[in-house]
């Protein structure tokens, strides 16, 4: 059993992983290869497939397909319908980039992603007074803030479909994720030369370390892929603080001149996500 979970826990945290880079990727190479209004009307139906992904996802049998259907779906949501629509608005209205030394450090989009401040905080009511979840930091935050009245004020769960879960847990924990490093990485607050932001950074990295530990326990695919979510992005946003000072070369960011590696990424995780679609099948059958 503990061989199964190890493989498991690895297999996820890799498959989860590889859609970071290669997130970034697509998006530069769809702005580099395609024309402004093309962009805008494959960024459009990139979000509307992931949405329709996470719907096939709510009436999909078993844990397993559930959550690669919330995983996918989302990961088209939020570069659809998150990434691209701010940059479409941003470029609109003339938003303009953060240059420093004659370098773009954060593009447009990520500028006025931090304004939505406010409605990261009415979803985060939401979840704290309102839904029971399986997610250990807003349990423990339950715990603080309610004590012995949290049976009382968290009385119940929202109806669970694995599928809106996943796709919820990815969008929340990305969103979240981003506001701490624009809010970081603002001079006007920290910076991101600022020992506070290198904290943040260390602090997240010792942190998926437990997360990855925690997650060797757990037995079944689905929940493995579900942790790995929240290990994946909490362990990339150090890599994202040191690339942003110029650590190491984000090769996500230059895709074009970094065939090889990023091709090599794309094909390990094709690999991981058929073999675990195939998983899900096999265990349907059986």
């Known amino acids: 059993m503990k061989t199964k979970n190890t493989w498991k826990t690895i297999a996820s945290f890799l498959m989860v992983l590889f859609t970071m880079p290669l997130g970034h990727a697509l998006m530069i190479l769809m702005e580099h290869l395609l024309s402004p209004t093309m962009l805008h ?4 139906g990139m979000g509307a497939l992931g949405i329709l992904m996470v719907i096939i996802g709510v009436f999909a049998n078993g844990d397993t397909k559930q959550t690669l259907w919330g995983l996918f779906g989302g990961l088209l949501f939020w570069t659809g319908w998150v990434e691209f629509i701010f ?4 470029h609109r209205h003339g938003v303009l980039p ?3 030394n004659g370098e773009v450090v954060t593009k447009p989009e990520y500028l006025i992603l931090s304004a939505t401040f406010g409605f990261w905080t009415m979803f985060m009511m939401l979840y704290l007074f309102s839904v029971r979840t ?6 423990w935050c339950q715990k603080v803030f309610f004590g012995n009245r949290r049976e009382t004020i968290v009385a119940r769960p929202m109806t669970r479909h694995t599928s809106i879960v996943t796709f919820m847990e990815l969008n929340m924990i990305l969103w979240t994720s981003y506001l701490l490093l624009m809010f970081c990485y603002d001079n006007h607050f920290l910076g991101d030369h600022h020992p506070v932001t290198f904290l943040i950074g260390i602090g997240c990295l010792i942190g998926s370390v437990f997360m990855f530990i925690r997650q060797l326990k757990l037995s079944s695919w689905g929940a493995n892929i579900r942790m790995s979510i929240a290990t994946v992005i909490v ?3 150090p890599v994202e603080i040191l690339g942003r000072i110029n650590f190491f070369s984000e090769i996500w960011t230059d895709p074009l001149n970094h065939i090889t590696e ?3 990424v794309l094909t390990a995780f094709i690999a991981l ?3 675990l679609w195939y998983v899900a099948f096999k265990r349907k059958r059986a």
Not at 87 to 90: C, G, I, L, R
Not at 134 to 139: D, K, M, T, V
């Open 41 to 44: 009307y494959t960024a459009f």
């Open 87 to 90: 940059m479409y608005y941003a």
């Open 98 to 100: 953060e240059i420093v």
């Open 134 to 139: 399986g997610c250990n930091f807003l349990n």
């Open 235 to 237: 362990f990339w946003t």
């Open 262 to 264: 990023m091709v090599t």
């Open 273 to 275: 996500a058929v073999y």
